[in-house]
């Protein structure tokens, strides 16, 4: 029979919970933490104790006892883990007696996912805008185009003897095809039939080949890979463009700094896309030092024809926002000065996992 009241029985009770817990002795140092919060923290359990609670929770509170018998609860506090991503979390703090010890015990609610599902909604808005745009410009512009295209080729065979009218239509006919292009491009790649399993590592690794040499001097690639990710149904073709759109806005983004461009590969368990939970998907980030995304324009990002660069098109990110969408997928972007990361979120087909 189980001893209920000793303290290993405590202990492996609230191991099992999933919520985080710490609890903080009368000394401000970390006398407990649970799997669920070293797991959150990305510490390890036993190492921990006995270092100051603000080791764990920087700029939380000066000082514990300085909200008194109430429970406070902190909503909105942002962590900084240490594989340099970052964490919203809601922390309720209260005193609490353990084992006869006076303390503190801090609970620690993670919101991320609670965010991450608003942006989602958004993106989807702006992902069902720009495909509605886009089809309605296909529809307004090509087939105009097509009849321009038509007819110049018309007149370039009557007038085959007239070198200086040959001159201007050539000029129209690569103009007809540079717009027919430019809608193309807007509409992304043909869905593709067949979806074959992949290793992401080796579409990154492709894609890495083709940008490498349009990395401005003084910017650096690291890779921080997990190799335990599985091979993913996809459009190769297509998720190659994808990336390359996005690992070139990050070179460009980097244009006349220093620094570094990250990409991480890692998987998350039970995320939600859309209506659908996975047990686990894939996440590929793509991390920049640059100046970041303004402000204005953040919100409009994947809509088409947006873009914070004076020569940019504004497709790159709608095209690779589409083509997540068709394998199930979300990017999501987070922005400030020299922080600027886009997470690309990918799940398994069932029984993949």
Do not use: C
Not at 256 to 261: F, R, S, T, V
Request: glycine residues 8%; charged residues 20%.
């Amino acid at each position: 029979m189980t001893d209920h009241s000793a303290p290993f029985y405590w202990q492996e009770l609230l191991d099992g919970l999933a919520t985080s817990v710490i609890w903080v002795d009368a000394s401000q140092k970390v006398g407990y933490i649970n799997m669920s919060a070293g797991e959150l923290l990305q510490v390890s359990t036993r190492r921990i104790v006995g270092s100051p609670w603000q080791v764990l929770l920087p700029g939380l509170l000066d000082d514990l006892t300085n909200f008194g018998e109430q429970r406070l609860t902190v909503h909105e506090y942002q962590l900084q883990l240490p594989d340099l991503t970052r964490v919203r979390v809601s922390a309720t703090l209260s005193n609490y007696e353990l084992v006869g010890q006076q303390g503190w015990l801090i609970e620690l609610f993670n919101t991320e996912r609670h965010h991450r599902i608003v942006e989602e909604d958004e993106r989807w808005h702006q992902y069902e805008a720009g495909n509605l745009l886009v089809k309605t410009l296909a529809h307004e512009v090509k087939n105009p185009l097509a009849g321009i295209y038509g007819a110049t080729q018309l007149l370039q065979k009557r007038l085959q003897q007239d070198t200086r009218s040959q001159t201007f239509l050539d000029v129209i006919a690569k103009e007809v095809i540079r717009l027919r292009n430019l809608v193309d491009s807007m509409l992304g790649p043909k869905q593709s039939a067949i979806k074959t399993p992949e290793n992401i590592h080796e579409i990154i690794r492709h894609v890495i080949t083709v940008i490498k040499p349009e990395f401005p001097a003084g910017v650096e690639l690291m890779l921080d890979y997990d190799p335990s990710i599985p091979e993913i149904l996809m459009d190769s073709e297509a998720m190659v463009q994808a990336f390359m759109n996005l690992l070139r806005n990050a070179v460009q983004a980097m244009d006349g700094l220093q620094g570094l461009i990250t990409i991480r590969t890692r998987v998350e368990r039970k995320f939600t896309l859309g209506t659908q939970t996975y047990p686990i998907v894939a996440v590929i980030s793509i991390h920049d030092e640059g100046s970041g995304i303004p402000k204005e324009v953040f919100d409009s990002i994947f809509y088409p024809m947006v873009s914070s660069k004076k020569e940019g098109t504004g497709l790159g990110l709608p095209v690779a926002q589409n083509i997540v969408r068709k394998h199930g997928g979300l990017i999501v972007a987070e922005s400030e000065p020299g922080h600027t990361v886009f997470h690309v979120y990918l799940p398994f087909e069932r029984g993949q996992e």
